[in-house]
């Protein structure tokens, strides 16, 4: 296991931040970088949140990690907590409402 997944395990593992099923691999993960909280705002830290999604412009692992998450969101009650693929909580619930809306 390499310490980018040691990283996301622990932000997927971490009972601080609810129940998060695991993440699949994702090389070069740019998060294993900063403070995992960092991917944990609050609902209304604007600044916090848009500093995280920052870090997931560049990560070249955003698109299966945008997957993972909207795919996990979709399949939980309450969805999953925390930035994923550059999308917060509020970001996936409005993009899979609109999905579902046109499909
Ligand atoms: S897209 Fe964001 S949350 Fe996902 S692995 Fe990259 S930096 Fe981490």
Redesign the pocket.
């Known amino acids: 296991m390499t310490a980018?997944n040691d990283h996301?395990n622990y932000?997927t593992n971490n009972p601080a931040f609810g129940y998060i099923p695991p993440?699949p691999e994702?090389p070069?993960?740019?998060?294993?970088e900063?403070d995992s909280e960092l991917?944990f705002p609050h609902p209304h830290a604007t600044t916090q949140q848009e500093e995280?999604?920052s870090?997931?412009r560049?990560?070249?692992?955003?698109t299966p990690?945008?997957s993972w998450?909207l795919a996990q969101h979709e399949a939980l009650p309450y969805g999953i907590h925390?930035?994923?693929?550059?999308m917060t909580e509020d970001d996936r619930h409005k993009l899979l409402r609109t999905h579902r809306r046109q499909h």
């Open positions: 980018v996301i932000r993440a994702l070069g993960a740019l998060c294993a900063v991917f995280a999604k870090v997931c560049g990560c070249p692992a955003r990690c945008l998450s925390g930035v994923w693929g550059g």
